[in-house]
């Protein structure tokens, strides 16, 4: 991902060099982008309202997004096990190395 003049973080790609991105430094408003640029443009809104930025995104359990975001449970789910779930292992492994 590259850093944007403004500081915020280009998620067009939710891949990137064939790993995900980190999101341990981003931004309420990359967690925004990050959920539009993945295809969930109107439930991308709840992370703003919730305040959400890659360190609480981090620490997100399976219960936080299906329950606390006020989200559809459909979304919800794939939200979390092809979205949430992955960066968080992502991160954990590349902070073990």
Do not use: C
């Not at 993945?38 to 309202?49: K, L, N, W």
């Not at 559809?72 to 292992?89: D, F």
């Amino acid at each position: 991902m590259e850093d944007k003049a403004n500081g915020s973080v280009d998620t067009k790609s939710p891949v990137e060099n064939g790993q995900l991105p980190d999101p341990s430094n981003w931004g309420v408003a990359d967690v925004v982008n990050y959920f539009k640029a993945t295809g969930f443009e109107e439930q991308a809104t709840a992370f703003q309202d919730q305040e959400i930025d890659g360190k609480s995104l981090l620490l997100m359990t399976r219960n936080d997004v299906l329950t606390g975001l006020s989200i559809k449970l459909g979304p919800a789910l794939k939200i979390y096990e092809y979205h949430v779930k992955p960066l968080q292992t992502q991160h954990l492994k590349s902070n073990a190395s």
